[in-house]
T-cell receptor, first 109, second 111 residues
Framework: GQQVQQSPASLVLQEGENAELQCNFSSTATRLQWFYQHPGGRLVSLFYNPSGTKHTGRLTSTTVTNERRSSLHISSSQTTDSGTYFCAIPRTGGYKVVFGSGTRLLVSP | DAGVTQTPRHEVAEKGQTIILKCEPVSGHNDLFWYRQTKIQGLELLSYFRSKSLMEDGGAFKDRFKAEMLNSSFSTLKIQPTEPKDSAVYLC?????????FGPGTRLTVL
């Protein structure tokens, strides 16, 4: 079945630094989605990005489907970016969504 | 549009009790998911509905967990009887085409 691996598992930054989060998946995927979860908070959709590059504010998502990878770039990180970032992909041929184990980001002031 | 709503936000139950969690999906969304989230297991799918029809009943969860969707705007997840290992955050999500949207979750503590 579909495997989703995220790296790094955790990341600590100083405010103002950039972050690059990776998501690798085992088969050709469509409908990749990036989520953010603040500790104790809800999962918030950041990007629905099956392919190509999308931007919103300081966030950029790039998905290269034939290389089975997606990245999430955070520029000029802020303490409010702290939380866990998940990528999620529907299982091949089905409706189930497979989540990666997440990247836990801590941005220090 | 209020997004996905879930009630209650917190629930404390004694072992053996029956609890019912509620979810209202985004209006017009055809798909509804129930997940359980723990630090150890991460996100686990419990149930999936497409246009109110149960498509996935959770495999290992099915004996004590029952999700229902009586109409397109309301779903419940019943856990009966509860066990301490059920302590987790229960998330409801709805989906239109490809993009999922999550509710705030219900934090369940079973004593």
């Amino acid at each position: 079945g579909q495997q989703v691996q995220q790296s790094p598992a955790s990341l600590v930054l100083q405010e103002g630094e950039n972050a690059e989060l990776q998501c690798n998946f085992s088969s050709t995927a469509t409908r990749l989605q990036w989520f953010y979860q603040h500790p104790g908070g809800r999962l918030v959709s950041l990007f629905y990005n099956p392919s190509g590059t999308k931007h919103t504010g300081r966030l950029t998502s790039t998905t290269v489907t034939n290389e089975r990878r997606s990245s999430l770039h955070i520029s000029s990180s802020q303490t409010t970016d702290s939380g866990t970032y998940f990528c999620a992909i529907p299982r091949t041929g089905g409706y189930k969504v497979v989540f990666g184990s997440g990247t836990r980001l801590l941005v220090s002031p | 549009d209020a997004g996905v709503t879930q009630t209650p936000r917190h629930e404390v139950a004694e072992k053996g009790q029956t609890i019912i969690l509620k979810c209202e999906p985004v209006s017009g969304h055809n798909d509804l998911f129930w997940y359980r989230q723990t630090k150890i297991q991460g996100l686990e799918l419990l149930s999936y509905f497409r246009s109110k029809s149960l498509m996935e009943d959770g495999g290992a969860f099915k004996d004590r967990f029952k999700a229902e969707m009586l109409n397109s705007s309301f779903s419940t997840l019943k856990i009966q009887p509860t066990e301490p290992k059920d302590s987790a955050v229960y998330l409801c999500a709805s989906r239109h085409y490809a993009e999922q949207f999550f509710g705030p979750g219900t934090r369940l503590t079973v004593l």
